[in-house]
């Protein structure tokens, strides 16, 4: 096996999977929808919902079951991505090659595409019918405690905090944590869970 073919092709496998769980651009809600898929569809290394993949694979799951929660890690960890390139947050112009969200459809639409872009993952999670109402509800819990304040948000403030001083190794290790380690830590676990 080739690393790098298998790698490019589960990414490939990922990209259908975050297609497939976007809205319809259509009417009014047009705007918003392509600016959500600008961000969520601009690559990337797709390593939470691969990882959730592999775990859900390790522990003994197969089919499809699995597919709405690795777009859903995927849509969470984009909109973090929209929100810290805003100018009130480190102000980026590029990502990955390209424009920032904001820099093409403008702030106001870029925060609401990252807030759309989280509740639509709770969603998705929420409409799933072939997994027990017990490990949906473990699975929405422990994805939102690690998204939110004591997770990935959590790690966002601490770095916001610390901008122009030197800080402690321990608070460099609660704020990659937070900020970085909390969605794959979600990830894993969840894809075992769900398994």
């Excluded at 497939?20 to 919902?49: F, V």
């Excluded at 947050?89 to 609401?112: I, P, Q, S, W």
């Amino acid at each position: 096996m080739n690393f790098k073919e298998e790698y490019t092709d589960r990414v490939e496998k990922i990209e259908k999977i975050l297609k497939k769980y976007l809205p319809e651009k259509e009417g009014y809600q047009r705007t918003i929808m392509e600016a959500m898929e600008y961000s969520l569809m601009a690559g990337g290394k797709r390593l939470r919902p691969m990882l959730m993949w592999e775990s859900y694979r390790l522990f003994g799951g197969e089919g499809a079951a699995i597919e709405p929660f690795m777009a859903a890690i995927e849509m969470i960890h984009t909109y973090s991505l929209i929100h810290d390139d805003l100018p009130c947050m480190d102000d980026d112009e590029y990502r990955r090659g390209r424009l920032t969200n904001h820099k093409v459809f403008g702030e106001a639409l870029a925060l609401l595409a990252g807030d759309a872009l989280l509740t639509l993952a709770f969603e998705v999670m929420l409409e799933q019918k072939n997994v027990p109402a017990e490990v949906l509800v473990e699975t929405v819990r422990e994805v939102a405690m690690c998204a939110g304040n004591f997770g990935m948000v959590g790690g966002q403030v601490i770095d916001l905090d610390s901008e122009g001083r030197q800080i402690s190794e321990e608070e460099l290790r609660k704020l990659h944590a937070g900020k970085t380690g909390a969605l794959f830590i979600a990830a894993v676990r969840r894809g075992a869970r769900l398994s």
